[in-house]
């Protein structure tokens, strides 16, 4: 009886003691998890400010390009009531055409330069450039590539002449058909065509209005620039747009001081 008394004895403190590791290593479990959580927390907030760190500074040079932008078009333009409604123009266009904000912005202020300064009226460069645009989003440019069809139209413009460099590098290898269509809109073989340009004989101003007529007719007509609108491409560049245009607003509206100082 003694020794089942004294194994019994034995037993509950082992038991007891199995039972105080069993408690201690729970309690420390717990602590360890909370503080596996805590440092997670925290780590997600250091995580949440430095997005939001890069996110206002990313705002901040949207602004500055769109500021730059702005200047550009005040200096072409002639005036700030020009500037308005020509900055008006372009957001529409953005929006019609599914073409980034910042892409026709800065098209129309390499072309809207060129084109005054050969003594272009506002209306013509609006319709021209709206037929550039237009073109563009037919042929489901990128945003890079639509900057480098602008440019080659902005040197054509620039040099009054049109050079085979233009019309069949810059041009022709992003507007599948546009050397073609040039020779029908000058009704002439590109053959012919080939011979004139190396002689320097295409003029900008009279070639430019006959080339745009006649590729906007070409992608109409195909039903390439009625499809080109509703792609993922153009409806993603429309959203870009809105995020754009909504900062716009808020960087006219001070964001900019205040983001200024992150």
Known sequence: TTTLASYQAKLRAVRSEINNVTAATKK????SKAMGKSLGNLARGFASVYV????????????????????????????????AKDFEFIKGLAKETGIELMVVADGYRQIGSASRASGMASADINKQFGQMTKIS????LTAADTSLVMLAFQQMI???V???????????????????????????????????????????????????????????KSG????SLETVTANQQRFTT????????????????????L
């Open 28 to 31: 420390q479990n717990g602590a």
């Open 52 to 83: 939001a760190i890069e996110a206002g500074r990313a705002i901040f040079n949207t602004i500055r390009q769109f500021d730059s932008l702005r200047s550009s078009l005040l200096a072409a333009s002639g005036g700030a009531a020009q500037a």
């Open 137 to 140: 989003r037919a042929f489901g």
């Open 158 to 160: 620039s040099k009054g």
């Open 162 to 220: 049109v050079s085979s460099e233009e019309l069949r590098r810059q041009l022709g290898e992003r507007l599948p058909g546009a050397v073609p269509q040039a020779a029908k809109a000058l009704g002439v073989t590109t053959l012919e065509l080939s011979n004139m340009l190396k002689k320097g004989e295409v003029i900008t101003k009279d070639f430019l209005p006959k080339f745009l007529d006649q590729m906007d007719n070409f992608v109409t």
């Open 224 to 227: 390439a620039y009625a499809a």
């Open 242 to 261: 809105a995020l754009q245009e909504s900062i716009l607003i808020a960087g006219d509206g001070g964001l900019t001081a205040s983001i200024s100082q």
